[in-house]
């Protein structure tokens, strides 16, 4: 049984040894006023006791709040249903298969898998923030057949049997069944029945759950690493120096120890003493001719306490004190608060002061690094045609780049058009066009088409509406911001999603032949959900007449390969939009639907229900080859646009990083087009600045694409990128003080990043002012990342 308690994790091996260090010279200078023979005098060594005892309280107490932030976690404690109640137990307490109540705002004691919640339908709200960093909260369902265990009597006689992985460290799978006793039948489970450790409970009352991991086995203590050594380079090269001064310590006194044990061996002649003046008839003296190994070993201590002033020990507590006045600096500093928030700076630690001069490089994501991560629908394609008059941030800065006055022209049209039609604000949703709005799009050519992309907006999601009692507004919590702005739009354009239950959504519809609101339920048989390998979103629904539809929304790149060549006819129309919106800085999805035939929907189930089943190690890949059958022949509704604005004051801050010499890497999946564009839009690219582009999107390389040989696709492209990088780095070296600016494409960073072309990669890189990374997976920046951290400094959001 493997039990919820975490161990304390002490410091290196390296600081350890330092300790003990500190701790032999303590003792030493101790020694100095003890009334020991060898050591009476040698009190000129006392003060190291105070320069040693401050820098040893220092590390205890930061040893110490560690130890009790341990001791905190293991004694919180939770309600487990044990002899028919429920009961208050410490964590450390808690067993795998204990059922466990959890309460509003509290964390989650262990890896559970939810039973049912205080909600009819089983959901709940679940903040990650502490795993990975993300504020928005997720949503987990429970399967429905436990979702009737609603109140604590309904556990007396419950019984199940699950069985799930082994512990392992991955946060967004889980694999395993739950077979019910009274029903002998198993079910299958995934990641959206699991609540992990150190998730907290958001906006539900309470849930319950089984625990399935606790301890070192849960996930969140599986990606737990050693707390690293944060320690700066002056104070590791003073290390050195100073092992290298303690070892010349040692040896000076060994040799002296050795010198004076043979000198006074041989000091007695014929019954007399050469050195008669060191007095050997003293007692308390360790000058003794009779007995000379005693002698030379208390000539050791003696020689390591005279010579300890060659070891600069104060040296450490003179640093400390200079860090912690620059910690008590940077928190006071005026210039470092943040009013929005009302949050100053902090130094939660001192030990790396001098660092923040050294900065040279910074490894940046974009999305809420450099923009807010806060979606606005602003544009969209429907049946080839472009809908939406907003204008970016970076149309502007494009605008102002090739100083043309045809946007600002617009723009202030825009701001006319606002004004004119009297609208407040509404978060998510930036979208303009009459043509579209207040029910107007009845009257399109494409009616049909717009009404279908619009019901697919309300549907194809994982979000869960609250509505306000009082007033009767309803909000969206979501699992990105991107889906809220896509049901806050479909909401505005008059499809609103109003309720979600177990069964399926619920939809106020405009009908188009009457003009009136209409309510439409809507059964959900499957959703095949989103993940970076898939890049692709699907929800399985079947209408009040009957029909079953599968809707997509995802990448266009996955997309364009899924469509129906027959029924897709304005897919070059929709494409060109893209691509201008992709200009424009806007992140895009592809929509796309089919209705679905009983006997292939059938079939598809049938695989996808063993798949789900399945506790095998390829259950992953099961799932996605049966949602792999499904996904194809679709018709093209249209794509979305929608804005991730910059943060404000990211240009001002970029531009003075540059002039301060710092360079910036950036980590994007955008398209190289809408990158670049936004590398200028916030100063990354700056005028003048020659630019280096790496990229496998050459005609020689598309055509070996075509011919489907993989052997002769690595081959050429790693030969094309080495060739690029070499070219580069040539044209810097034949440069002056030109600035320039490394521009490379996902593909070709994957043979950019190969042990054998990496270093000439890192080279051209750092050369450069500015690197931006486009069409990059989240793999890809992990490797640039763990790759280049001994050269730069991330800086990843969230963990700013």
């Not at 006023?33 to 006791?49: E, N, S």
């Not at 039973?115 to 009819?120: G, Q, R």
């Not at 806007?586 to 049938?606: D, G, M, P």
């Amino acid at each position: 049984t493997k039990y919820s308690a975490v161990t304390f994790i002490p410091k290196s091996l390296f600081e350890q040894f330092r300790r003990v260090a500190n701790i032999y010279f303590l003792v030493v200078a101790c020694l100095s006023y003890t009334p020991i023979a060898p050591f009476r005098g040698a009190t000129a060594v006392g003060p190291l006791v105070l320069v040693l005892l401050v820098t040893m309280v220092k590390e205890a107490i930061e040893d110490w709040r560690r130890k009790q932030q341990d001791i905190e976690v293991n004694n919180r404690k939770t309600k487990v249903f044990q002899d028919g109640a429920f009961r208050h137990t410490k964590w450390t307490k808690l067993r795998v298969g204990d059922v466990v109540k959890v309460e509003k705002d509290e964390f989650f004691p262990a890896d559970l898998v939810l039973l049912s919640s205080s909600y009819d339908d089983a959901i709940c709200y679940v903040e990650t923030m502490n795993l990975d960093g993300e504020t928005n909260l997720k949503l987990k369902q429970s399967l429905d057949v436990t979702s009737r265990l609603q109140d604590d009597d309904s556990f007396r006689g419950f019984g199940a049997v699950i069985r799930c992985e082994d512990p392992n460290a991955n946060l967004y799978s889980f694999v395993g069944n739950i077979e019910i006793e009274e029903q002998q039948q198993q079910y299958p489970l995934s990641p959206q029945q699991l609540l992990l450790r150190d998730s907290k409970l958001r906006n539900t009352e309470y849930v319950y759950g089984v625990v399935v991991f606790t301890g070192h086995d849960t996930k969140v203590m599986q990606n737990a690493t050693s707390a690293p050594s944060k320690r700066s380079k002056i104070e590791k090269k003073m290390d050195g120096a100073i092992y290298v001064l303690m070892s010349i310590l040692v040896l000076i006194s060994v040799i002296g120890s050795v010198v004076f044990g043979l000198a006074t061996k041989h000091d007695l002649v014929d019954g007399r003493m050469k050195r008669w003046y060191l007095r050997p008839d003293n007692p308390d003296n360790i000058y003794d001719p009779n007995n000379p190994a005693v002698s030379a070993a208390l000539h050791f201590f003696t020689a390591m306490i005279l010579y300890g002033y060659f070891i600069p020990i104060s040296l450490y507590v003179s640093i400390e004190l200079v860090k912690l006045l620059q910690a008590l600096f940077i928190n006071s500093d005026i210039h470092m608060y943040h009013e929005e928030s009302d949050t100053p700076a902090h130094a939660r630690t001192s030990n790396l002061n001098e660092e923040l001069g050294q900065v040279y490089t910074i490894l940046t994501d974009k999305t809420g690094t450099l923009t807010c991560n806060s979606m606005e629908f602003i544009k969209c394609s429907i049946a080839g045609t472009a809908y939406g008059r907003g204008i970016t941030e970076v149309e502007k800065a494009m605008a102002k780049r090739n100083g043309s006055p045809v946007i600002s022209d617009f723009e202030l049209g825009v701001e006319d058009f606002h004004q004119s039609e009297g609208r407040s604000a509404i978060k998510g949703f930036n979208f303009r066009d009459e043509r579209v709005m207040d029910g107007n799009w009845v009257h399109q050519q494409h009616s049909g088409v717009i009404e279908m992309f619009f019901r697919l907006l309300a549907i194809c999601h994982t979000c869960i509406p609250e509505v306000d009692e009082v007033t009767g507004k309803i909000s969206y919590e979501a699992e990105s911001p991107d889906e809220a702005a896509f049901v806050v739009a479909a909401h505005e354009l008059g499809f609103t999603f109003y309720q979600r239950t177990q069964a399926g959504v619920y939809l106020h519809e405009l009908d188009p032949s009457s003009g009136e609101q209409v309510d439409r339920f809507y059964k959900v048989l499957h959703v095949l959900e989103f993940s970076s390998a898939r890049r692709r979103m699907s929800v399985i629904v079947k209408d009040e007449e009957g029909k079953t539809f599968i809707f997509s929304k995802g990448a266009d790149s996955i997309m364009y390969e899924r469509l129906s060549n027959s029924e897709s006819t304005y897919s070059e129309a929709t494409q060109k939009h893209i691509n201008d919106y992709a200009d424009a800085g806007l992140r895009t999805l592809v929509l796309a639907y089919r209705q679905l035939e009983e006997i292939e929907y059938a079939k598809f189930e049938r695989k996808f229900t063993a798949a789900k089943n399945s506790v095998s190690a390829d259950r992953d890949e099961l799932i996605d080859e049966a949602a792999d059958l499904i996904e194809r022949d679709l018709i093209l509704l249209g794509a979305t646009a929608v804005e991730d604005k910059l943060q404000k004051g990211v240009p001002d801050c970029i531009d003075k990083l540059a002039k301060a010499g710092i360079k910036i890497w950036v980590l994007t999946g955008d398209k190289m087009e809408t990158a670049i564009n936004i590398g200028y839009a916030c100063s990354l690219l700056r005028q003048g600045m020659k630019q280096i582009t790496i990229t496998l999107d050459t005609p020689d390389i598309i055509a070996l694409e075509k011919g489907g040989d993989k052997g002769a696709i690595n081959k050429a492209s790693k030969v094309s990128v080495v060739q690029q990088i070499n070219e580069g780095k040539k044209l810097i070296n034949a440069s002056g003080n030109e600035s320039f600016a490394l521009i490379i494409d996902g593909k070709s960073l994957t043979y950019a990043l190969k042990d054998d072309t990496k270093a000439a990669f890192l080279d051209l890189a750092i050369a450069c002012g500015s690197v931006i990374c486009c069409r990059s997976s989240p793999k890809q920046k992990a490797l640039v990342s763990s790759n280049f951290t001994s050269e730069l400094i991330v800086f990843f959001h969230p963990r700013k």
